[in-house]
DNA sequence: ATAAATTTTCAATAATTTTTGAAAGTTTGA
DNA sequence: TCAAACTTTCAAAAATTATTGAAAATTTAT
């Protein structure tokens, strides 16, 4: 396979990726196009190469941005901004389950804390299941949280430290 | 909170959660009033209870039983179908995890399998680029399978068993 | 202060995804 | 064999989400 249908193929399947999870594709795309690219791109690169308005490319920067996956670079002399992507795997994946734990799995956890504290008839059916569940689910959502945040916090750790070779 | 508030809430929620993951925000809806209900519905009542089309309750919940988190009931001498949900959160969890690395991992490890193969001028900085990004997420995502397929595979391995304690 | 270069905004439009509902299909019991 | 009960299908419609593009805002150099 050629360099040129290569890189087309793995911007698509990112894409594909990203929309699978939630994540805009046209997003993903992008991030796919930096990911790829040894050096940062202007907007109107990016435009460019994927067919893209300027309207869209720009507040999808930015949401690569904000996501912590893409940074601005300024060229001296020049005045437009240059898009450069974090490449290392483990850091991109760290970065998006940092993300998506506190906009995602924070609110989860507040709503569920709420709801396990419903008040009812203990002889309810309905009241029973719906406690055991909510509890159920509250519990491995907070385990799965705190797990994360001690991962984030301290990859130092000598016990998940070690976990984590695993994956790189 | 009311038990009927609070039911309504938790529906509303994994509904939302479900959206943001890719998964439909109806069939995360239908799983989660399935979730609460201490009995089996049947189509009817999930028709009603989330005022939805009879079309739409049987896709859905015919999805849900393609991802396993759902199963069909029949009451002895009756002709309909009762729907029931598996409750517990640690099986539920897994049971994503296994449908989704079946769905898009293996698919995604076979696309990066091949483009981590690209052949090309090991002083391009482009294709030195696309080999080390691509090989980066390959590796990343294999030991991701790996991990998942040995989780599945065996939670009584004595060492991924104590991991996962944590999380149950 | 001016204007060229560049970025941002956002209402309108387009594309995609989801839902409906009625018709077709299937199963069961008499 | 018939028909009632129930399930499935799928083309059309509705709802949602993403994209465009031109105007407004901002930045920078002179």
Not at 9 to 31: C, D, P, Y
């Amino acid at each position: 396979m050629e360099l040129v249908e290569a890189r087309q193929k793995f911007i698509e399947t990112w894409g594909k990726l990203g929309s699978e999870w939630g994540i805009n594709r046209t997003m993903a795309q992008v991030h796919a196009l930096l990911l790829i690219s040894h050096e940062a791109l202007t907007t109107e690169e990016v435009m460019e190469a994927l067919s893209i308005s300027r309207g869209n490319a720009n507040m999808t920067l930015r949401d690569l941005i904000s996501w912590g996956l893409v940074e601005k670079q300024h060229k001296p002399g020049e005045r437009k901004e240059y898009f450069f992507a974090e490449k290392d795997a483990w850091t991109i994946a760290k970065q998006v389950a940092q993300e998506r734990k506190k906009r995602e799995l924070d609110p989860l956890l507040k709503v569920l804390n709420e709801l396990s504290e419903v008040k009812g008839n203990e002889k309810d059916p309905a009241y029973k299941t719906f406690k055991t569940s909510v509890k159920g689910i509250n519990k491995l959502s907070a385990n799965v949280n705190k797990t994360l945040e001690t991962m984030i916090k301290a990859e130092e750790n000598w016990f998940w430290g070690s976990i984590l070779k695993i994956f790189k």
